[in-house]
Every structure is written in C-alpha cells, then in structure tokens.
C-alpha cells in the first residue's frame, strides 16, 4: 500500500543548474558541505529553521523528526488531518502526540512497520543512517530488497554480511548516491545522523529520481577505481573487493537512470571488468591459475566493449587490458615454472 510517492512529481521541484543561491541560515555558509542541499530542502518548505535564524547543522535528528522530514511534503493536508483524528496502534505513542500522524501516514504506506513487526516506534531515539535511508527509499516507492537483487557482494569492512536486513538498503544507497565511502573506508550503517547530514542524503535522493546525479555516480565509480588500483599495488585483496564492488554499484545507478548514454554503458563494462581483475588476482592468490587465466581474458573483453560505448574510455580501456594481459602472463609463468622444493 504505497500511496505517498505518488505526489512527489507535483511537490519536488527540480533546481535550475547555475542559478545563485542565497545563504539561507546565518549559521551555514556557503562552503559548508550541505549548503546546497539544505538552501534546495529549505526553498521547497520541506525542512525549516529556527526562530533566531539559525540551522543548527550539528544537531541530532530523532526517529520522529527525521519522518516528519520525509513524510511531510508528500502528504496533503486532507491526509494529515484525517491521521490525526485515527488512533495510533503504537505503544509508546500518544494520540495527541505532534508526530503521530506522521508515523501512522508513514505504516499505512508501508514506510515504517507496525504491529506485530513493531510494537514500538522510539521517535525519540536518534535515527541512524540506514534507517533514515530505508524511509526515504520506501517513501519514494523504490525497491531495494529487488533492485540490483543480483549484486550480492560485501561493500566495506562494516557492510560484510550480505544477509543483514539493512545490507539492500546501504546497496541502494550505493547506487542512488545516497551515500559514498568515507575516508576511513567505512559505510557506517549505524552512525547517528545530523540535521547535516539527514538533509545531504534527502537531497541527493531527490536529485537522483530527477536524473540529477549521473554524473555524481560516475565521477565515484571512477574514483573507487582508483581505490582498487591503489589496493591491488598494496596487495590488499579485501579492500580492493570492497572499492570494487561499489564502483560497479554506482556504475549501475548511472545506468539505471540514463541507460541509452554510451559513456554510462561504457563505465558499466569498465566497472564489471575491475571486478573481473579484482577476483582475478583473488584466484592468483590462491594458485587457480587457469581461473586468473579465465578471468583476465574477462576483463580484456569487457574493457574492449566499453571502448566499443564510448570512445573516450580508450584511455582506461588501455589500462584494463594492460594490467590484464600482465595478469595472464604471469599465470602462464607460474602454471610453466617448476614447483618449488617444499611447496
């Protein structure tokens, strides 16, 4: 029962590219990192400051808070007042409470669960990233738990388990460019978000509904490309399997939304080959050297398709079928060298 996402074309505006903005809170300039989202969130009325003028970035966000977020600008009044006259079936939630029409708009429509899932909803408690980022995703009518379904590899050294409830959440997220490695390497599923930090992640997911963050997704597919370089170099197989696997997931966001564009088709090819070499090197290790075999002919090919999509990927096309072809050479090498004494 999903009723809410069907008024997100009548109340998302999409911002025009180049247009100045105005610092909207005296207390987030220009240069901060949510500038750009919190002035677009702030001009369609769906968040809002405080009375002295103020933001407040830095600020907590509670489970009921961060609803109200979401759920606001895709509700008609019509709706509002009608959950506010309904009872709630949560247990730690009264009728007059100020966010309860929110949060039961927000079950009917299959954005939060209800009893007997849930019998609590802790609007009080501090939403979490993947919480926030499963709202959002169901409030406008994605499907993550289906979506990219046959990409089930582990994204960073704390999203490993590909059976966790949250994994199809932060998988999305990946592709939609919610979110994007940090520089300690981490997703941070269970980070406890800002006022920031919420709106960055709304914003982004707006922008890509909209078609408005291709380009995003293609500049971090290219650069964790250049983390699985870096990696391999290091002989750090984990990592380079992680940075690997999400620059084909937001290879595969870009063509999501703009499948018939040559350079996305092409970053696709170039991303699947980086996998192809990734678990090359991983067969290498283990000594399956007719697999490194199998696996570097892979990658050369797909590096050639992607040339074939788009002449500008000539460049790193070269790449992939150099470092292949040098994957295969030395395989050859090793299955032709005599076993050494003691091995």
Known sequence: ?????????????????????????????????????????????????????TFRPSNPVNRAEALKIIVAPLVTDVQLDQAKLAN???????????????????RASGIVDGPPKKEKFNGGN?????????????????????????????????????????????????????????????????KELTRAETAVILYRYIMYENNRRTQALLSEAESEILITLAFLEQNDIVEAEYSSARALLAARGAHAAR????????????????????RGYRAGVSKNFDETIRLAGESWNL??????????????ADQVQTISKAMADSARAQQSSPPVEGE
């Open 126 to 190: 501090s939403v979490i990233k993947v919480e926030f980022m499963k709202m959002v995703q169901e409030a406008f009518g994605a499907d993550p738990q289906t979506s990219f379904s046959e990409i089930k590899i582990p994204l960073s050294q704390d999203v490993t388990n590909t059976d966790e409830w949250y994994y199809p959440y932060m998988r999305y997220g990946i592709t939609s460019s919610m979110i994007m490695i940090s520089g300690d390497g981490m997703l941070s599923p269970a």
């Open 1 to 53: 029962m999903r009723h809410l996402p069907l008024l997100i074309l009548t109340l998302i505006v999409v911002p025009q590219t180049g247009a100045a903005q105005e610092q909207a809170f005296s207390d987030l300039p220009a240069d901060h990192y949510a500038f750009e989202a919190v002035t677009f969130l702030k001009s369609e009325g769906i968040i809002s400051g405080y009375d002295d003028g």
């Open 88 to 106: 709630t079936v949560f247990l730690d939630i009264n009728n007059d409470d100020w966010y309860k029409p929110y949060v039961e708009l927000a």
């Open 259 to 278: 499948p018939d564009e040559g350079v996305v088709q092409g970053a696709v090819k170039i991303t699947e080959g980086f996998r192809s070499l990734v």
């Open 303 to 316: 590096a050639e398709l992607a040339r074939k999509k788009d002449g500008d990927l000539s460049s790193i």
